[in-house]
Each structure stands twice: as structure tokens, then as C-alpha cells.
């Protein structure tokens, strides 16, 4: 529907692969867990916050930052270059190695030399290089590509690289980690005393000193940098930084997400070539490491994503890679399927849009489910779930997805769409996708039926503060009950809750599907409807919705701001309300599912447990990470495959809690949560926070119970 046949089976394949599954599985639990394990130690969001002003700042001193570098770098004798492109900078290094004869070549790990199709270039120009970081080394041996920014091998489990070893070289190598880096190191070793030509990448350049910093923590990049007699280094131009103090700060934001270390085995600083003075203070270059340092700054469509405003911001990325196996999609596909010809994953989408064209990343876009995961594990902050967003309202939709934002924007149109959606008989369930392309959603989607939306009076009493209740499109026509419950509560408190019913829906499907002009006509049309309530506070039920009144609508609409400061979560909300009296005796365990967005978007993590346990409930959580439940508005309707497969694992959790009674604050979640288990027939119950609160009003207070909703799902 959404999606063409060849990246749908990309992404098939990936997900029935069943070895990089597990390469993927373990390996993302072994990133989380160590990453856990150290962020506890450090002032994580200090650290975050220092470094993403950092490279605020160097991005907008880039000339002068350049410019100081060159002059300082050429002082301890190195060799600068420029490059435009991919072909120029091929072309300078493949020119200085011609220079020197040389032949054979020892690379350290470079996504930028990737980036250029280095290895490709200089191996057809009769010359040979070898990788020596063990990741690369594997996957060059097997003819692959990196799929990961930081960890080229991660889709290959243990099993198989042993296995590609013993193919390539006869020899017979249990899988064990231990084993496998001991032949790399066996067969690596003599080709670094014999390399002619060192090249690596640089995580950052240092203008005040010239020097380069490299991080590593085989060894195999000192080695590379230090054995053969000429070093060429290929650095792109958003890596410059002021300071080594500054560099210091990168370096240790960069490595905590990237590996779970505090600090990497080997930091280098490479100020020029290694030189002595030993003998009566005269210089003499070429002491024990390189005579020669080559250093490579390439563009590459970097300065015109500088003066993009939206692009600009991926610019900052350390390619430390801590976003990509912390993404519910990269940890089920991984980096191969992903439209781009190098960088992986969500950030990798928006620098091959930079270094390529926004086409090539056109699959990437459409696999991202804007979870917000990415964002707070980032070191520097980048928005990707936004700017992938902003990339996918410069193509062109699909026709689906034109008519889709339509219906959203006409809520007329919606309520008939979701009526007759709702409908589908069972027999169109039943017909193969292959052709009824809408089966592969429809078959685990079930669309409720329709409910009338609550009707709320206007304001009677207008001496009591007032709340607008923003509702949302799967309140307003599936479940009404929610917005009911929440304004019995709101009630409760002495709120005058008002809910006018020509309120438009958010805007978020209509700019997820790439529609922008649709989501402005909504905003424009939300925004008109509360300046002329003017309510004292503005309740969400749904975490997307309270992101775009809060966030969007000021982006676009400044004049809003004002407005969005009064935009509330209800649990967010609530929480600072106390029962009249304590509510203590039987608790009741619930399920607590956090939505992506309510937990990173929002940021709310304690508020729905505070409230949930004021009123008699035991939430429970699931082991961290936190999965998504793969509803994710727009996304599961283009990968319905990929979302079935993120529910599985959510369901493995919540079975594992052994609760059936559910809780969460996010309607999307909920309708996930009902599609599936009513599929399978359990005995579950979903419930908004706001329901859960309203019953125990009713239970323990008002004491007239079956008032509030009793929603069960049918089974
Ligand atoms: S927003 Fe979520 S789905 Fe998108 S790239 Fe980031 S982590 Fe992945
Ligand atoms: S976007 Fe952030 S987390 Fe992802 S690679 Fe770049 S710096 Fe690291």
C-alpha cells in the first residue's frame, strides 16, 4: 500500500532472517545493559547538554575553525587538502600513494572512506587494502558492507563469522569470541609491518593544535596511524572542534552510548608526523612512526546541508552509533536494509540525504516510527525521529498516503472512512495481501466500530477554571469512554471541562504521511478553536497529540506559544491532585505499558505511576529497555509485517508479568494492544490512565459504580 515490492521484501527477508535476528538480539542487549550500567555513574544529561552546545557552536565557526586547523596542522608539518566531492578526494589520496609507489595499504574503521567507495577505487586501480579493524576485516573478507556506524559486523552472529573464517582460510575455529580475535590478530599482524600506506578517519579535528583525534579500542587505528611510513587521514568538515578541552568533552559523550565505556582503550591526538629533536634539538621527521601526514577534508554536500536549518542539526552526530541499536527498527532489521548505499539507520537516512539525495533515502524515512528512542540516547540530542519527518515532507506521497491525509483532514470524511474500516468483512480479511495489498495491515488490525463521540455541554459556570479537552481522532470515534472518564475526574476536582466538538484532529498523521499543507490546515484550525475559548489549561489523552500542540504548533505558529505552555498531559496533570483522603487498601496490579512518545517524547517517565499508585494501583513495569508495541500511527500501516513483529515482543513481556489487566496513555497503544490480544483471544483488559482513575473515583469515593466506563474487550 505504502511501500514498493522490492523494499518490502528488504525488509521480509530481514525479518525472517533468523541469524541476524539473534546477532541483533545480542547484540542489543549487550549495548543496553553496559550503556545502563555506566550512564548510572555519570552526570549523563549534563554531559549531553555540554556537548550538544559544543557543537552548536563549532558548526557555526566552520571556516574559521578550518582555517585555523589548516594553518596549525601545516606548522607541525602535515600536508592539507581540500575535497568537493567523493571523486576529487578518491582522486588526492589515490595520487598520493602514487607518489610513493606503494602497493599495499592497512586501513583503520572510516564510514567516511566508505562514504567515498575508497576501497573499491584503489583496488581497481591494481592496488590492495586491507582492513584491519576485526569488524571490517570480517565483512570485507566476506564481501559485505558495514551495518552499523561503530560495529560494521553486528548483523553476524559468532557462529557465522567463525564459519566465514574457516571457508576463507581451512583452518577450524570454535565461535568463541576469544578464539576469533586471536586469528585476526595472527593474520593481521604481518600485513601491518609490511603496509606501505597507513589511512584512517578522525572522530574530530582540533583547530587550536592542528591535531587529529582518533579513538579506538583494538589498537588497530595506532597501529595503521603509526607503522607504515605514511599516514593519510580523510576527515569531513562538520569534525572540527575550538579546544582539546572541547574535544575532551566530545570524546566522552561519543564513547559512553558507543561502547558503554567511560572512555575508549585508545584516545590519539595526532599533532603532524612523529618527529625527534633528540639530536641537538633539530627536527627530524619520521622517528618511529610516519615521515609523512596526509590529511583529506572533504565536503561532500555538508555545506549546503549547512544552510539547511533542519539538516544542519544531523551535522552535529558524532557517529558514535548509541542510536541505532536502541531503534525498535534497526533492532529488528538492521543496518543492511535501510535505502542508503552506506550510513545505516535513522541518522544514517538523513546523511545519506546530505552526502547522497533525499530519493536514496526515501526507505529509510518510511521505516522510521518517529519513537523519539533515538533522540535520548543521543549525546548531542538530535531530533532524528524530526528531521526524518522533515525528509519525508520534501517527497513526493504516495497516493495512499495523499488520500489518507485528506480523510484526516476532513473529519467528516474520516468518520466515514473509519466506519466503513471498521466493517470490512471477514471474508477481505481472509483474501491473500498478494492481492489485497491492504490485507497485510488488516489482518492483525482490527478497527472498532465507531462510538458517538461524548458530547460535552458548553461552559455554564464561568467563574471555575477551565479545561479544554483535546481529544484526538481515536477518542473522539473509537473511545469516546476515555474522554469521559477523564472529564468525571477533571469534574471531580472542580475543573469545568469543555470539549468543543469541531476540534480537528492534531496534524500528526497528516505530517507523518508527508503531507505538511494538510497538517498547517489543521493547526490553523485548532488554533482558532482554543484562542477563542481561551482555556486556563489544555488537557491531551494522547502523547502525540500533547507533542504537537505543545511542540509543532509554536514551531509553525509562533503567536501559539502562549497557548502551548498551557498544554497538559492528563496523567502529567493529574498527578498533582490527591485523593481527598489516601487510598491504601487493596492495591491492584496493573500493567503499566509506557508509549514512545508519552516516555521520550514527553518525558514524563514517574507521573502515570504517581497517580496510578494514589488511587489503588500497583503499576507494574516490564524489564527495561522498554519495548515499543509497534503501533506508531502512519508507521504501521507501512510496515504492518514490522509492527506485528514489534507486538510479539511486547506480548513476551507482558506475559512474562503475568497481569491482565493493562494500563497506558496512549489510545494508539491501546488499539494495538486490543487488535492483538483480542486476536488471540485472551483475557486482557486495556485501559487509558484516565479510565483506571475514573473507576477508582467511582469505586472508592463516589461510590456508584458502573457510572464511568467498563470497557472490556470483547472476546
Ligand atoms: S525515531 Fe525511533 S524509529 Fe525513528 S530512527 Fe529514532 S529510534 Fe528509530
Ligand atoms: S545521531 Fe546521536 S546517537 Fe546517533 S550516531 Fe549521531 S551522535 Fe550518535
Known amino acids: 500500500m505504502f511501500r514498493g515490492h522490492k523494499s518490502r521484501q528488504k525488509v521480509l527477508s530481514?525479518?525472517?532472517?533468523?541469524?541476524?535476528?539473534?546477532?541483533?538480539?545480542?547484540?542489543?542487549?549487550?549495548?543496553?545493559?553496559?550503556?545502563?550500567?555506566?550512564?548510572?555513574?555519570?552526570?549523563?544529561?549534563?554531559?549531553?547538554?555540554?556537548?550538544?552546545?559544543?557543537?552548536?557552536?563549532?558548526?557555526?565557526?566552520?571556516?574559521?575553525?578550518?582555517?585555523?586547523?589548516?594553518?596549525?596542522?601545516?606548522?607541525?608539518?602535515?600536508?592539507?587538502?581540500?575535497?568537493?566531492?567523493?571523486?576529487?578526494?578518491?582522486?588526492?589520496?589515490?595520487?598520493?600513494?602514487?607518489?610513493?609507489?606503494?602497493?599495499?595499504?592497512?586501513?583503520?574503521?572510516?564510514?567516511?572512506?566508505?562514504?567515498?567507495?575508497?576501497?573499491?577505487?584503489?583496488?581497481?586501480?591494481?592496488?590492495?587494502?586491507?582492513?584491519?579493524?576485526?569488524?571490517?576485516?570480517?565483512?570485507?573478507?566476506?564481501?559485505?558492507?558495514?551495518s552499523h556506524l561503530t560495529a560494521p559486523a553486528l548483523h553476524l552472529t559468532k557462529e557465522k563469522m567463525a564459519e566465514l573464517l574457516e571457508k576463507k582460510f581451512q583452518v577450524d575455529i570454535p565461535p568463541k569470541p576469544e578464539n576469533l580475535v586471536r586469528f585476526a590478530r595472527q593474520q593481521l599482524r604481518p600485513i601491518f609491518y609490511q603496509a606501505e600506506i597507513g589511512i584512517s578517519g578522525a572522530n574530530l579535528a582540533v583547530a587550536e593544535t592542528g591535531s587529529l583525534v582518533i579513538l579506538s579500542n583494538e589498537g588497530n587505528a595506532r597501529l595503521v596511524t603509526s607503522l607504515p611510513s605514511v599516514h593519510i587521514a580523510l576527515i569531513t568538515i562538520e569534525k572540527f572542534v575550538a579546544t582539546l578541552e572541547e574535544a575532551m568533552t566530545l570524546v566522552k559523550a561519543l564513547v559512553v552510548p558507543s561502547s558503554g565505556n567511560k572512555i575508549t582503550t585508545y584516545v590519539s591526538f595526532i599533532t603532524g608526523p612523529s618527529r625527534t629533536t633528540d639530536i641537538e634539538k633539530q627536527v627530524v621527521f619520521g622517528a618511529h612512526g610516519p615521515q609523512e601526514v596526509h590529511i583529506v577534508i572533504l565536503d561532500n554536500g555538508r555545506s549546503s546541508a549547512l544552510e539547511n536549518e533542519q539538516l544542519k542539526k544531523a551535522l552535529s552526530c558524532l557517529k558514535c552509533g548509541g542510536c541505532l541499536l536502541v531503534c525498535p527498527v534497526f533492532q529488528q532489521v538492521g543496518g543492511h536494509v535501510y535505502g542508503g548505499p552506506v550510513y545505516p539507520g535513522g541518522i544514517g537516512t538523513i546523511l545519506t540525504t546530505i552526502t547522497h539525495s533525499p530519493k536514496e533515502a526515501k526507505l529509510g524515512v518510511n521505516l522510521c516510527a518517529d519513537c523519539k528512542r533515538c533522540e535520548d540516547f543521543c549525546p548531542v540530542n538530535i531530533p532524528t525521529g524530526d528531521l526524518l519527518v522533515s525528509i519525508k515532507n520534501q517527497l513526493p506521497p504516495s497516493g495512499a498516503e495523499f488520500f489518507l491525509s485528506r480523510l484526516f483532514r476532513?473529519?467528516?470524511?474520516?468518520?466515514?472512512?473509519?466506519?466503513?474500516?471498521?466493517?470490512?468483512?471477514?471474508?477481505?480479511?481472509?483474501?491473500?495481501?498478494?492481492?489485497?495489498?491492504?490485507?497485510?495491515?488488516?489482518?492483525?488490525?482490527?478497527?472498532?466500530?465507531?462510538?458517538?463521540?461524548?458530547?460535552?455541554?458548553?461552559?455554564?459556570?464561568?467563574?471555575?477554571?477551565?479545561?479544554?479537552?483535546?481529544?484526538?481522532?481515536?477518542?473522539?470515534?473509537?473511545?469516546?469512554?476515555?474522554?469521559?472518564?477523564?472529564?468525571?475526574?477533571?469534574?471531580?476536582?472542580?475543573?469545568?471541562?469543555?470539549?468543543?466538538?469541531?476540534?480537528?484532529?492534531?496534524?500528526?498523521?497528516?505530517?507523518?504521511?508527508?503531507?505538511?499543507?494538510?497538517?498547517?490546515?489543521?493547526?490553523?484550525?485548532?488554533?482558532?478553536?482554543?484562542?477563542?475559548?481561551?482555556?486556563?489549561?489544555?488537557?491531551?489523552?494522547?502523547?502525540?497529540?500533547?507533542?504537537?500542540?505543545?511542540?509543532?504548533?509554536?514551531?509553525?505558529?509562533?503567536?501559539?506559544?502562549?497557548?502551548?505552555?498551557?498544554?497538559?498531559?492528563?496523567?502529567?496533570?493529574?498527578?498533582?491532585?490527591?485523593?481527598?483522603?489516601?487510598?491504601?487498601?487493596?492495591?491492584?496490579?496493573?500493567?503499566?505499558?509506557?508509549?514512545?512518545?508519552?516516555?521520550?517524547?514527553?518525558?514524563?517517565?514517574?507521573?502515570?505511576?504517581?497517580?496510578?499508585?494514589?488511587?489503588?494501583?500497583?503499576?507494574?513495569?516490564?524489564?527495561?529497555?522498554?519495548?515499543?508495541?509497534?503501533?506508531?500511527?502512519?508507521?504501521?500501516l507501512r510496515n504492518p509485517e514490522l509492527s506485528t513483529q514489534l507486538w510479539?515482543?511486547?506480548?513476551?513481556?507482558?506475559?512474562?508479568?503475568?497481569l491482565h489487566l493493562v494500563a497506558t496513555d496512549c489510545p494508539g497503544c491501546i488499539w494495538q494492544f486490543q487488535s492483538y490480544l483480542n486476536n488471540e483471544n485472551d483475557n486482557y483488559q486495556v485501559f487509558h490512565t484516565a479510565e483506571l482513575i475514573a473507576k477508582s473515583l467511582t469505586t472508592n469515593i463516589l461510590n456508584k459504580e458502573n457510572t464511568v466506563s467498563d470497557q472490556k474487550i470483547n472476546l
Open 14 to 146: 530481514a525479518l525472517k532472517n533468523k541469524d541476524l535476528q539473534v546477532a541483533l538480539s545480542r547484540a542489543a542487549n549487550h549495548h543496553f545493559q553496559k550503556f545502563k550500567a555506566t550512564q548510572a555513574q555519570i552526570n549523563w544529561p549534563q554531559l549531553k547538554e555540554k556537548a550538544q552546545r559544543i557543537r552548536e557552536k563549532n558548526l557555526n565557526q566552520l571556516p574559521e575553525l578550518i582555517r585555523q586547523f589548516t594553518s596549525e596542522a601545516t606548522q607541525s608539518g602535515a600536508h592539507i587538502y581540500w575535497a568537493e566531492d567523493a571523486d576529487q578526494a578518491n582522486k588526492i589520496i589515490e595520487e598520493i600513494i602514487k607518489q610513493k609507489q606503494a602497493k599495499l595499504i592497512v586501513k583503520s574503521k572510516s564510514m567516511v572512506t566508505e562514504e567515498i567507495g575508497l576501497n573499491d577505487y584503489l583496488q581497481k586501480k591494481g592496488l590492495t587494502v586491507i582492513e584491519t579493524d576485526l569488524g571490517e576485516w570480517l565483512i570485507q573478507l566476506a564481501g559485505d558492507r558495514p
Open 410 to 636: 476532513h473529519f467528516s470524511l474520516l468518520k466515514i472512512g473509519a466506519s466503513l474500516g471498521s466493517r470490512v468483512p471477514k471474508f477481505l480479511r481472509k483474501i491473500p495481501s498478494s492481492l489485497f495489498a491492504q490485507n497485510r495491515w488488516l489482518k492483525n488490525k482490527k478497527i472498532p466500530l465507531p462510538s458517538p463521540s461524548t458530547k460535552f455541554p458548553l461552559p455554564q459556570e464561568p467563574s471555575k477554571p477551565t479545561v479544554l479537552l483535546f481529544q484526538g481522532c481515536l477518542i473522539r470515534f473509537f473511545f469516546p469512554s476515555i474522554a469521559q472518564a477523564a472529564s468525571e475526574v477533571l469534574a471531580y476536582f472542580n475543573w469545568e471541562v469543555i470539549s468543543p466538538p469541531h476540534q480537528a484532529c492534531c496534524g500528526a498523521p497528516s505530517l507523518h504521511l508527508g503531507r505538511k499543507e494538510d497538517f498547517l490546515a489543521l493547526a490553523k484550525k485548532n488554533i482558532a478553536l482554543i484562542s477563542d475559548f481561551q482555556p486556563d489549561v489544555i488537557i491531551t489523552l494522547c502523547p502525540t497529540g500533547n507533542s504537537f500542540l505543545k511542540k509543532k504548533y509554536p514551531e509553525f505558529f509562533p503567536e501559539f506559544k502562549p497557548w502551548a505552555e498551557r498544554v497538559r498531559d492528563f496523567s502529567d496533570f493529574l498527578a498533582s491532585f490527591d485523593p481527598p483522603f489516601p487510598i491504601d487498601q487493596d492495591k491492584q496490579k496493573v500493567f503499566y505499558h509506557y508509549s514512545c512518545h508519552f516516555l521520550y517524547d514527553l518525558g514524563l517517565k514517574e507521573k502515570p505511576l504517581e497517580l496510578l499508585k494514589k488511587w489503588r494501583y500497583d503499576p507494574i513495569l516490564e524489564n527495561e529497555p522498554y519495548t515499543c508495541c509497534g503501533f506508531a500511527g502512519a508507521f504501521s
Open 648 to 658: 510479539n515482543k511486547k506480548k513476551t513481556k507482558l506475559e512474562a508479568s503475568n
